[in-house]
């Protein structure tokens, strides 16, 4: 360009007075926002509520919708594709459409997490398989996937009925000493945290905790509550801010939760000052115990075991080893409890369900008594139908994880079971989607979809995956009984069959042990602000809560 073209463009901006300069400026956005929007795909069709706020858009509203209430709310109003408002007036799709989710999980080089969300887990888990993408995940993965099997998961089961068990102990202690042996009320959610800690503590790592013993263990206490109190009620200014980092360079966004004075971040990194003192600790042990061989191995002994024999590129470095232990803390021990909690809470709310459970678990135990032995086997385990379902329809129910948020870096369409009609009355069998767009495949919406689960989708109902017509659909999508729960393929819950052995152990014994109820006047509601949190109606103010009346059922 020449020299004096560039010298006479500065003198006119320099020349111009402040009311030419406005209107240059209005001029150039009014240009930019006519071009962005006719040359883009638009995704103002697409049914969905009104935008309450430019700046924050429904972010503020969905944080206080109630779980399951939002998800029906938007099924039976809108359709299983809606689009909501993000800041600044920007389209979020929310979808629990079987195909179009389907293609997004299954396209994992085209939809990625956002920069903010990566780096939320930098913080919080380190730069391991949740926080990896592309060949480094793949790297990353290959690597962990052996340690996932399902007789791997299913040698772990003692270890879980030890935890199990424990729990048992300290409940009847707690019973005794409180309740004069008869019903007591506990909060069940604190000591599902305990306990699952306890148990991918044993079970992951063959490390104690010693959470249900109250140890005084830092890293046990800093993990205490680290997903609530880290995201569970952020402000709508922390909101705004979380979402606007989507425009900044992730060298700033990194910057920015490395050095951030906010309590919720001093809480994380100091969790990582004790967790990577233990992981390395871990790691060395691990190392050592190698030559000794061992019938039953943790997860980590066999993900140390398994890398020793990888080539030197496959191979993860000790830093990516430890990243791995700290992914897999968090995200195997604050989902099992949820489940479990919730598990048992619908229990407590349907009497004549969890009777219809104790029973068969009971006759069970009976016949393993019979043959000599004090705790189920894995086949045993597998040979309890109703059981299994109760499982199942608490995975479908209250899956843990709501959504699983995805951007796309590239203009593409997504394919839809049902024709989606949109605002103007148009019919649409496939959706062109922006990129730049956010998505939320939600678990939530499709595991309550009544296309795929019929007209009592809402309904907690074991029974339905003992008919026929269960986990049959035309897009068969996740792991474990068609449910969206543990999400779905090339980055689908590596941890599904460890959770899945987990529950079983630990509702078998609980349910055999203790019958649960609600204790009067205390209602649940369960609120969503990125995570699940329960908390008792009128009680708000506490936080996290799910009080359930426990009694013993056998002698104590
Ligand atoms: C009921 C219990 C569980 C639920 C509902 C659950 C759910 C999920 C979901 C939805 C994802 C996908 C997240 C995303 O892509 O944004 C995921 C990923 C993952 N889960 Fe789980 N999970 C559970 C238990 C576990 C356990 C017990 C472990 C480990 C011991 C585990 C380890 C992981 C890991 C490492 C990933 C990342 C996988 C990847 O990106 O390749 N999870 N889980």
């Not at 630990?506 to 055999?512: D, E, M, P, Q």
Request: aromatic content about 10%.
């Amino acid at each position: 360009m020449p020299h004096h073209f560039v010298e006479r463009t500065l003198q006119l901006f320099w020349d111009m007075d402040y009311k030419q300069l406005a209107a240059f400026g209005g001029a150039v956005a009014v240009t930019y926002t006519v071009y962005w929007r006719y040359t883009r795909i638009s995704l103002d069709d697409v049914p969905g509520p009104d935008n309450p706020s430019f700046l924050h858009g429904h972010q503020p509203f969905l944080q206080d919708a109630e779980a399951g209430e939002l998800e029906n709310h938007y099924l039976t109003t809108y359709g299983s594709i809606v689009r909501w408002k993000g800041p600044l007036g920007e389209d979020r799709l929310w979808i629990a459409d079987p195909k179009a989710i389907f293609r997004i999980l299954h396209s994992v080089d085209l939809w990625v997490k956002t920069a903010a969300h990566r780096e939320i887990h930098a913080v919080l888990l380190d730069r391991g398989l949740l926080w990896a993408e592309g060949d480094a995940h793949r790297r990353q993965r290959k690597a962990l996937t052996p340690a996932f099997g399902l007789s791997e998961s299913r040698a772990l089961m003692p270890r879980f009925f030890l935890v199990a068990n424990k729990l048992v102990d300290k409940w009847k202690d707690v019973v005794m000493s409180e309740g004069s042996g008869g019903p007591h009320t506990l909060d069940i959610q604190l000591w599902m945290g305990k306990a699952t800690l306890d148990a991918i503590g044993i079970g992951a790592f063959d490390y104690e905790f010693g959470a249900l013993d109250n140890l005084d263990n830092p890293l046990t206490k800093s993990y205490t509550d680290i997903v609530y109190s880290t995201f569970g009620a952020p402000t709508n200014g922390q909101l705004l801010f979380m979402n606007l980092c989507r425009y900044l360079p992730a060298g700033v966004v990194r910057y920015m939760f490395e050095t951030g004075s906010d309590p919720a971040l001093q809480k994380a990194r100091q969790n990582r000052v004790h967790a990577h003192r233990v992981a390395r600790e871990l790691i060395d042990q691990k190392r050592q115990e190698m030559v000794v061989e061992q019938t039953e191995k943790d997860i980590l002994s066999l993900l140390v075991k398994a890398n020793d024999t990888q080539d030197e590129e496959s191979k993860l470095r000790d830093d990516e080893i430890i990243a791995q232990v700290r992914t897999l803390m968090l995200a195997g021990h604050e989902t099992v409890a949820k489940t479990l909690m919730f598990g048992l809470w619908e229990l407590a709310k349907q009497p004549e369900i969890q009777r219809r459970l104790r029973e068969e678990i009971t006759e069970a135990y009976e016949a393993a008594r019979t043959r000599g032995g004090d705790d189920l086997t894995p086949g045993d385990i597998d040979n309890l139908p109703f059981t299994n379902a109760v499982i199942k329809e608490t995975l479908r129910r209250h899956a843990a994880a709501i959504e699983i948020q995805r951007v796309t870096w590239e203009d593409n369409v997504l394919p839809l079971t049902r024709p989606m009609v949109g605002r103007s009355g148009k019919t649409y069998h496939s959706l062109p989607v922006p990129k730049g767009t956010i998505v939320y495949a939600s678990c939530w919406g499709y595991n309550l979809n009544p296309d795929v689960w019929g007209p009592d989708a809402m309904a907690f109902r074991p029974e339905r995956w003992l008919e026929s017509s269960s986990e049959k659909t035309e897009t068969p999508l996740g792991m474990y009984g068609n449910l969206l729960t543990f999400s779905a393929g090339g980055r689908s819950c590596i941890g599904w069959r460890f959770a899945v052995a987990e529950i079983q152990a630990f509702l078998v014994t609980l349910i055999r042990e203790f019958s649960f109820s609600i204790p009067e006047g205390r209602n649940i509601r369960i609120a969503r602000p990125g995570i699940l949190v329960p908390m008792v109606i009128g009680e708000e103010g506490k936080g996290l809560q799910l009080p359930l009346t426990i009694t013993p059922v056998r002698d104590l």
